[in-house]
């Protein structure tokens, strides 16, 4: 049976965590989608539409009773907390979303008529809804990917490539404590799987999809794999063309080196580390960028410079930023590593929760930047990593080697035409 919609236009669903960097690539996916044609729609609780979105994706509000106003705020901070134990609250955070999205998803994704979905990796329940409803579906990796495999660290720990025996085992036991500590929200995975009539089901990695999964990983930053899916693909940063096109409107002095930090959207509140970094920019000549996200109030942003920032704002244009700089301080946000890299700028990074300590490992072992833990992280030794950073090129040269692989890798261009013929092939099926 031919499909009768104009030009075979298909609609595809947003699966996404609440967080802004993955909502944010998500989004930059479907802004494609919508430019090949094709109807998209975000499903999440009713705050997350509070966002802007981009023309042409619609939003469908899930969870008025058990997400409602207010509850998107208090787990954003959770996320945000650098107190240990907060993160057995984002865990829980997490299997509430999953079960959000299994028992209000399946009803809404029929009334919307929707034809393909893409999964964000991090959130089980788009590939529980995709097999329990017999539709196509891309799995997205907007952070490391997770697929596992033997002795391979998970993102979420902070190991190095394991080289030995003794450094495998460590690998394989601190797995176990992950999957021990994800256990809430593996029942989630197991008890929804299990009413979807889907079989066994308990990890993450159980919900990937078996069709096409998508990463933003660039190649040679990941450690090796020595079996992805052969419909694996990494495609680089997903990166709206409308960003590419801002500008840094600040008159940087030419004769200085030029620093921009950023802590992301979440950990930018962290004003003791900020005033360090500016305390060893002062020490060092170096003219420094902060941008807080919104997380700090004006009486911090002048502290801040009295101690030695140059610039200090809110939000600013990151991919703007990072070209026109010499070096980037991060916190090892996996979008900031993609951009700098992208760019082919080194990188202090100072990670501080979830992957970021995963990922610092691959920034080291790639050679593109130095990684310094915050708690270690006195203006003396920020001063000595960031001169580093700044004077020996060998880091540079390691981060411009990734500049032609982004360049071939595609970026949102291929990942959408990806998305495209998959829900063209589901479709085909379908009539």
């Known amino acids: 049976m031919a499909d009768t919609r104009p030009d075979a236009a298909m609609h595809v669903a947003l699966i996404s965590p609440p967080l802004p960097s993955h909502l944010s690539t998500h ?19 009713v705050e997350v539409g509070d966002r802007a979105l981009p023309a042409g994706i619609q939003f469908q509000s899930l969870g008025a009773t058990s997400h409602p106003r207010g509850s998107l705020a208090p787990l954003l901070a959770r996320t945000a907390s650098n107190k240990p134990w907060s993160v057995f609250g ?13 028992r209000e998803g399946p009803a809404a994704l029929r009334d919307l008529r929707v034809d393909c979905l893409i999964a964000d ?6 590939g529980l809804l995709g097999d329990h ?33 003794r450094e495998r085992q460590i690998v394989q036991g601190a797995t176990q404590v992950f999957d021990l500590m994800m256990r809430g929200q593996g029942k989630v995975i197991q008890r929804q799987a299990q009413a979807f009539g889907l079989g066994e089901r308990r990890t993450l990695d159980d919900c990937f999809s078996p069709y096409l999964q998508l990463s933003q990983c660039l190649p040679g930053f990941d450690f090796p794999r020595h079996a992805p899916p052969p419909h694996f693909h990494e495609v680089g940063p997903l990166r709206s063309p409308a960003v590419r ?10 004769r200085q080196p030029f620093v921009f930090a950023s802590f992301g959207t979440l950990q930018g509140g962290r004003l003791p580390l900020f005033r360090r970094i500016a305390q060893a920019c002062r020490q060092l000549g170096v003219q420094v960028l902060i941008a807080h996200c919104g997380r700090l109030e004006a009486s911090a942003e002048r502290r801040l410079l009295d101690d030695g920032a140059t610039w200090v704002t809110d939000f600013a244009p990151q991919e703007a930023a990072i070209a026109r700089a010499d070096a980037v301080i991060t916190h090892g946000g996996f979008n900031t590593v993609l951009d700098a890299l992208a760019a082919g700028k080194p990188m202090l990074a100072l990670p501080m929760v979830f992957d970021q300590p995963g990922i ?27 001169g580093a950073v700044l004077a020996d ?17 595609g970026g949102v261009a291929a990942a959408a035409r990806l998305v495209d013929g998959l829900a063209r092939r589901g479709l085909e099926r379908a009539s």
């Open 27 to 45: 989004l930059v996916l479907g802004e494609a989608l919508v430019a090949l044609g094709h109807r998209v729609t975000l499903l999440h609780q």
């Open 393 to 409: 090129p060998a880091y540079r040269r390691a981060a411009e080697r990734f500049v032609p692989i982004t360049q071939a890798a």
């Open 360 to 386: 610092a490992r691959r920034l080291e072992r790639v050679g593109a930047g130095i990684c310094l833990a915050p708690r270690l992280a006195s203006k003396a030794r920020l001063t000595q990593a960031l």
């Open 121 to 126: 990796q991090m959130e089980p329940a788009g």
């Open 245 to 254: 096109e801002q500008r840094l409107e600040l008159e940087i002095d030419p």
């Open 133 to 165: 409803l017999g539709l196509p579906y891309a799995s997205l990796a907007c952070a490391v990917p997770m697929n596992r495999e033997p002795h391979l660290p998970l993102p979420t720990l902070p190991f190095a490539y394991p080289g030995t025996e």
């Open 90 to 102: 984002v865990i829980a955070d997490m299997a509430r979303n999953t079960e959000l999205f299994c």
